[in-house]
């Protein structure tokens, strides 16, 4: 199993900015692509970017002006930064990651419990 720490939420005032962070831990392990999911209240939760070890990235249309999606594989970490912050990025964020193992077949999928970001006006 892999377990997902992230850390950086947090309150923020609209313009400012915040770093998420995302740490993976697990045994023989190699993490192939690792993302930030938001969530607010009432909504369905959605992308905001992913990353593969490759450096491929994917961000919303609403992410991809003002954050920044990168990765430390050798320390399986995760980070997005986030400048210009506003109101509607009132979330809470959730880490990704799709790993496969040294010795186990097929490809694994585990999420974060999720990291409070309030923008206020």
Do not use: H
């Not at 009432?42 to 450096?55: K, M, N, S, Y």
């Not at 050798?74 to 959730?94: F, G, H, I, K, P």
């Amino acid at each position: 199993q892999v377990q997902l720490v992230e850390s950086g939420g947090g309150s923020v005032q609209a313009g400012g900015s915040l770093r998420l962070s995302c740490a993976a831990s697990g045994r023989d392990m190699t993490i192939n692509l690792m993302g930030w999911y938001r969530q607010a209240p009432g909504e369905q939760r959605e992308l905001v970017a992913t990353i593969t070890r490759t450096g491929d990235t994917n961000y919303a249309d609403s992410a991809k002006d003002r954050f920044t999606i990168s990765r430390d594989n050798a320390e399986n970490t995760v980070y997005l930064q986030m400048n210009s912050l506003r109101s509607e990025d009132t979330a809470v964020y959730y880490c990704k990651a799709i790993s496969t193992f040294q010795n186990r077949g097929g490809k694994y999928q585990y999420w974060g419990q999720g990291t409070q970001v309030t923008v206020s006006s």
